[in-house]
């Protein structure tokens, strides 16, 4: 697992002005179009943004599968219950961070996977905070 740098290049698509409801649409919506920049919606640092293959199931319980791309940002300060990409033992892990009365643990969205309480002598580095999954859909 290694970080896949952003590129400056803008990713421009189409935007409808109007919203889209999930029952039957509105037969006098506008269907007005203009352009959007995803880079302007997914990332708040480019310089300290990377994107993040995902392998294993261990986080499935919040949508986060194998094969999803992840936006890590690591210049957000990772507080408790932030979706965070881990460094334990020089090992790669997208866990729940726990940080709580000086236990810190990394938790899994999966329950046939155990909590990770870090113990003295375990090396624990936070990489940086999930902030998007690009989860596709087909």
């Known amino acids: 697992m290694q970080p896949i740098p952003?590129?400056?290049?803008?990713?421009l698509l189409s935007s409808f002005v109007a919203s889209v409801?999930?029952?039957?649409?509105?037969?006098?919506?506008?269907h007005s179009q203009k352009r959007i920049d995803l880079n302007e919606h997914l990332i708040r640092n480019k310089e300290a943004?990377?994107?993040?293959?995902?392998r294993g199931d261990s986080m499935t319980g919040i949508g986060i599968y194998e094969g999803d791309t992840l936006l890590v940002d690591r210049s957000i300060d990772p507080r408790h219950n932030a979706i965070v990409l881990a460094v334990l033992n020089n090992e790669f892990a997208i866990k729940r961070l726990y940080r709580r009365g000086g236990v810190v643990k990394l938790i899994a969205e999966n329950p046939i996977y155990p909590p990770i309480q870090i113990k003295q002598g375990e090396e624990l580095s936070i990489w940086g905070v999930v902030t998007f999954n690009l989860h596709k859909l087909y």
């Open 21 to 30: 409801h999930a029952g039957f649409p509105s037969p006098a919506a506008d």
């Open 49 to 54: 943004t990377f994107l993040f293959r995902v």
């Open 6 to 11: 952003i590129q400056a290049v803008p990713v």
